[in-house]
């Protein structure tokens, strides 16, 4: 059975940097060994930006 993790990750400031912070763990995450599953992206009830990121170890 497949374990999943969701990962969030913010940023108040722009969606570029989000998008930057999102790719980074994506790709830390990776090195890691675990698989990318998805990536979202949305708003918190604050209106500050956030990715989701769903991974799992295959």
């Known amino acids: ?4 993790e969701i990962i969030r990750v913010s940023d108040w400031w722009s969606t570029n940097s989000l998008i ?4 980074n763990v994506a790709n ?6 675990y698989e990318i599953v998805s990536i ?3 708003f918190s009830v604050w209106m500050k930006v956030s990715a989701y990121i769903t991974i799992t170890k295959p």
């Open 1 to 4: 059975m497949k374990k999943f």
């Open 20 to 23: 930057e912070k999102a790719e």
């Open 28 to 33: 830390q995450k990776s090195r890691e060994g």
């Open 40 to 42: 979202s992206f949305g």
